[in-house]
T-cell receptor, first 113, second 112 residues
Framework: KQEVTQIPAALSVPEGENLVLNCSFT??????LQWFRQDPGKGLTSLLL?????REQTSGRLNASLDKSSGRSTLYIAASQPGDSATYLC????????????FGKGTHLIIQP | ETGVTQSPTHLIKTRGQQVTLRCSSQ?????VSWYQQALGQGPQFIFQ???????GRGNFPPRFSGLQFPNYSSELNVNALELDDSALYLC???????????FGPGTRLTVL
């Protein structure tokens, strides 16, 4: 059974810092990995999707990497801003409708002004 | 792309009751998935519908059931509500064969 772990569970940093969020998964046979953002009490917004054949994806100040063989992904946020404060969720898709996405519990990020 | 809507926003029920949650998928999306997110946890996959039939299910009991309609709207039905069913229920739509799922804002269900 696929399990996804995110470290740290919570993170508070001053505005302007670069930061890294970590995600690990137990079964390397994944189809893709996604990073989502969730604001309090809200739905999920997809940030980046990395296919299993890719090593990284970039969008603006965000960069996500994937090391499928070691079961790890990182989300790098450059020059953090207070508006980046949210919970960041990592999810893997193993293929086939039977499983859906398997999520980690998320990293709660606070950027101090 | 955005455009997945869910109703109602919030709902309060008592233990033993039944509830129906609704989702309207984004235009052109033929697959809808439902997830349950308990407080402080990541979402958990309940089931997925494609062409009005369930084509995948997570580890949820049969009292969780669903429907998908020809216009790609969808319902999640939960019978015999339990206190542990209190959660945010998220709907996600996608085109079969594509990778990105687009999530709605969710319905917050409280069971007393």
């Amino acid at each position: 059974k696929q399990e996804v772990t995110q470290i740290p569970a919570a993170l508070s940093v001053p505005e302007g810092e670069n930061l890294v969020l970590n995600c690990s998964f137990t079964d390397s046979a994944i189809y893709n990995l996604q990073w989502f953002r969730q604001d309090p009490g809200k739905g999920l917004t997809s940030l980046l999707l990395i296919q299993s054949s890719q090593r990284e994806q970039t969008s603006g100040r965000l960069n996500a990497s994937l090391d499928k063989s070691s079961g790890r992904s990182t989300l790098y946020i450059a020059a953090s801003q207070p508006g980046d404060s949210a919970t960041y969720l990592c999810a893997v898709y193993s293929g086939g409708g039977a499983d859906g996405l398997t999520f980690g519990k998320g990293t709660h990020l606070i950027i101090q002004p | 792309e955005t455009g997945v809507t869910q109703s109602p926003t919030h709902l309060i029920k008592t233990r033993g009751q039944q509830v129906t949650l609704r989702c309207s998928s984004q235009s052109g999306h033929n697959t809808v998935s439902w997830y349950q997110q308990a407080l402080g946890q990541g979402p958990q996959f309940i089931f997925q519908y494609y062409r009005e039939e369930e084509n995948g299910r997570g580890n949820f009991p049969p009292r969780f059931s669903g429907l998908q309609f020809p216009n790609y709207s969808s319902e999640l039905n939960v019978n015999a509500l339990e206190l542990d069913d209190s959660a945010l229920y998220l709907c996600a739509s996608s085109k079969l064969g594509t990778d990105t799922q687009y999530f709605g804002p969710g319905t917050r269900l409280t069971v007393l």
